[in-house]
T-cell receptor
Framework: AQTVTQSQPEMSVQEAETVTLSCTYD???????LFWYKQPPSRQMILVIR??????QNATENRFSVNFQKAAKSFSLKISDSQLGDAAMYFC???????????FGTGTRLKVLA | DAGVTQSPTHLIKTRGQQVTLRCSPK?????VSWYQQALGQGPQFIFQ???????QRGNFPDRFSGHQFPNYSSELNVNALLLGDSALYLC????????????FGDGTRLSIL
């Protein structure tokens, strides 16, 4: 079975500053994918970034980057130059190779302060 | 480029009733997954449809059933509604049975009285 744990129910960051959201996971599979999704009040889950476990290089998408520590089963999201539009719920998720279903964490609510 | 669309946006039902939620996948996608998101929780996987067959199922009772049509759209049916079925129901689509990212709709908010 796969599990995802997000230990920070809520985080705050000043506009233009950097914030890191934590995620740990557990899986018995050697190949899997990790995701960060953003869910604003509009409810739609939006893909922020995706990491393939067999790739050692950390994924980056503009202001969003991850710190993937496979041995520690840790997958944190760093948001640089935070913007007001970044305020949302952020969910970490895992998908096993060949299973295609996502297991989500409980989410972290990010507040961006002007 | 049409994204994932779900209907209705909001639905109110009473205990014991039955409900049908609908989803049209993103253009070019052929696989549909359904998730239940209770208030304050992360989404939980219900099941996934590909080529009109249920391919995977999460830990949900048989009261939850689905269907996929030849045009790849999908329905989620829930029978004998319970108060605990109140949640946001999210539909996600993807291409084939692959690990390509799933694209989500805005969800249907189901309230059970």
């Amino acid at each position: 079975a796969q599990t995802v744990t997000q230990s920070q129910p809520e985080m705050s960051v000043q506009e233009a500053e950097t914030v890191t959201l934590s995620c740990t996971y557990d899986t018995s599979e050697s190949d899997y994918y990790l995701f960060w999704y953003k869910q604003p009040p509009s409810r739609q889950m939006i893909l922020v970034i995706r990491q393939e476990a067999y790739k050692q290089q950390n994924a980056t998408e503009n202001r969003f980057s991850v710190n993937f520590q496979k041995a520690a089963k840790s997958f944190s999201l760093k948001i640089s130059d935070s913007q007001l539009g970044d305020a949302a719920m952020y969910f970490c998720a895992i998908s096993g190779w060949g299973t295609y279903k996502y297991i989500f964490g409980t989410g972290t609510r990010l507040k961006v302060l002007a | 480029d049409a994204g994932v669309t779900q209907s209705p946006t909001h639905l109110i039902k009473t205990r014991g009733q039955q409900v049908t939620l609908r989803c049209s996948p993103k253009s070019g996608h052929d696989t549909v997954s359904w998730y239940q998101q209770a208030l304050g929780q992360g989404p939980q996987f219900i099941f996934q449809y590909y080529e009109e067959e249920e391919r995977q199922r999460g830990n949900f009772p048989d009261r939850f059933s689905g269907h996929q049509f030849p045009n790849y759209s999908s329905e989620l049916n829930v029978n004998a509604l319970l108060l605990g079925d109140s949640a946001l129901y999210l539909c996600a689509s993807s291409l084939g049975l692959t690990n390509q990212p799933q694209h989500f709709g805005d969800g249907t908010r189901l309230s059970i009285l």
